[in-house]
């Protein structure tokens, strides 16, 4: 009897060593899929930040350029006028264009400082809505 219980016993042991070995894979092999899968997405972070990036940079660049153009006179920025009344015959001149002849509503030239102030605001809008779409990429991106 005491040969038959210890022969049971190497065998229930044998198996039991079999599925935690069993086991042991299992769990490896889902750390190893989940090791892949965390570093698909890391990389897809990465280029989205990298496109987040330039796409920044860009806006930087451009937004640069416009406050160099417009600090030397180089670029001048101009609003559309209302029409004056009939008959009023005040209002501010149009600018007019390189043929002297105005075909278009009036405009009239912003003061260089306010002109530079707008392209602050637009440069601040621009980066917030660039901040944006790198969130929103960012959420899409752990999302799946």
């Known amino acids: ?62 937004q640069a350029r416009l406050r160099d153009r417009l600090a030397t006179s180089d670029l001048r920025l101009s609003v559309l006028l209302a029409a004056p009344a009939q008959g009023s015959g005040c209002g501010v001149p149009a600018t007019t264009g390189a043929g002297g002849v105005v075909h278009e509503a009036p405009r009239g030239e912003l003061d260089p400082a306010a002109a530079q102030r707008i392209v602050a605001v637009t440069d601040a809008g621009d980066q917030g809505l660039i901040a944006l779409r790198a969130c929103q990429a960012y959420v899409r991106g752990i999302e799946q």
């Open 1 to 62: 009897m005491d040969a038959e219980w210890q022969a049971k016993s190497a065998k229930k042991t044998n198996e039991f060593q079999l599925e935690r070995e069993a086991a042991a894979v299992a769990v490896i092999n889902w750390q190893g899929a989940e090791q892949a899968r965390r570093r698909a997405v890391e990389d897809q972070l990465l280029a989205k930040d990298k496109i987040h990036h330039q796409e920044l940079t860009n806006a930087q660049t451009t």
